[in-house]
């Protein structure tokens, strides 16, 4: 009889101190949708490199208040921009590591688990816009947010996020003929294509991440770089460069990239939600897109620090003809059904 009284005691003690570490566990919110409840929120990690008055900046901090709005605060978006939480050179290991569950990187950056990727760095393979944006919305992008490679490394692609085309910045002199580019250094942002592009005009280039390109053009570990005008703008490189060629030679885009085991761990009511909530946010970022590198073309244009040039359409030609060595080089990688798909959208 003792010896039942005293098993009894201890598994009532056993259980009581379960109860209690398992509260623990749960206190304040979570990360994980599985252990989501009322006060509890799912919290979504949300990191990116750029400003928070930038293009992207501005589109996820409106995706994290519609989806407190949509969701009535059961989910959160933690927004953490300015590469204050992770850079380019460490933020995709955290998502795939579950570290962060949401990142919008330009998808050039993404050549780390599929080259295709640097689709968007082909040498004027894009004519405008309207091309761009039909190419998020076709068959062809689907293919590169639903790919296998993806999926391998727990990682879903969920919308194409804008910026706009790519333009040459410079502090030594204008840049208008391929000749020009000759013996400069440029910052690249990642990937063998942008090299090739660089090399191809006979300039070298270096990879660096972005919340380090401001300090490396001021102390001139690189004379140029090539960005849209918004980033040039809200990352002031105004301040450090001299020359702006508006080329149009590239594009830089978004994607949105989420962690598979944690997107698929939310509540489905809550996910529905805030797929809801991530529709009328690309909505609202393509709009961002087109006016804010408008207003900021205006701000460089404005700066009076920057001589801005434009090409003629010989000079335009000039530098298709001088960047086809990047076609040579690497249609096959890129693969041609991608660069053809892309071409046919026109
Ligand atoms: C860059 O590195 O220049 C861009 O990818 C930054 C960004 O996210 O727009």
């Given at each position: 009889m003792k010896k039942f009284l005293l098993v009894s005691i201890i598994s009532l003690l056993a259980i009581f101190a379960a109860a209690c570490s398992g509260d623990k566990a749960n206190e304040g919110s979570t990360g994980s949708g599985e252990k989501a409840s009322d006060d509890k929120p799912v919290i979504i990690k949300f990191s990116h490199v750029t400003s928070i008055d930038s293009v992207k900046g501005q589109a996820a901090d409106h995706f994290a208040k519609l989806v407190e709005e949509k969701t009535g605060g059961k989910a959160k978006v933690e927004v953490y921009p300015s590469s204050q939480l992770y850079g380019d050179n460490d933020e995709l290991d955290a998502l795939v590591s579950g570290n962060v569950h949401m990142i919008a990187p330009?998808?050039?950056?993404?050549v780390k688990l599929d080259p295709r990727w640097q689709y968007v760095d082909m040498p004027f393979l894009f004519n405008d816009q309207e091309h761009a944006r039909k190419f998020f919305e076709s068959d062809v992008a689907q293919t590169l947010l639903n790919s296998d490679k993806l999926a391998a490394n727990d990682i879903m692609g969920l919308a194409f996020w804008e910026n706009g085309f790519k333009h040459f910045t410079n502090n030594k002199h204008a840049l208008k003929n391929p000749e020009d580019f000759k013996g400069l250094k440029f910052r690249a942002q990642a990937g063998k294509v942008l090299e090739a592009q660089f090399q191809a005009l006979g300039a070298g280039s270096a990879t660096i991440a972005f919340g380090e390109t401001y300090a490396a053009l001021q102390q001139g570990t690189v004379d140029g770089q090539e960005n849209t005008y918004n980033n040039i703008d809200t990352q002031k490189y105004q301040e450090v460069q001299k020359y702006m060629t508006l080329s149009e030679h590239g594009r830089l885009d978004y994607a949105i990239f989420v962690n598979k085991p944690f997107w698929e761990s939310m509540p489905e009511d809550i996910r529905t939600q805030v797929e809801e909530a991530l529709k009328e946010a690309t909505e609202l970022e393509w709009q961002l897109a087109s006016d804010e590198n408008a207003a900021s073309l205006d701000n460089i244009k404005n700066s009076g620090k920057v001589e801005v040039l434009e090409l003629t359409a010989e000079e335009r030609q000039a530098l298709i003809d001088a960047l086809q060595p990047v076609y040579d080089e690497f249609t096959e990688t890129i693969t041609p059904e991608l660069i053809d798909g892309i071409r046919g959208l026109q």
């Open positions: 330009s998808v050039t950056k993404m």
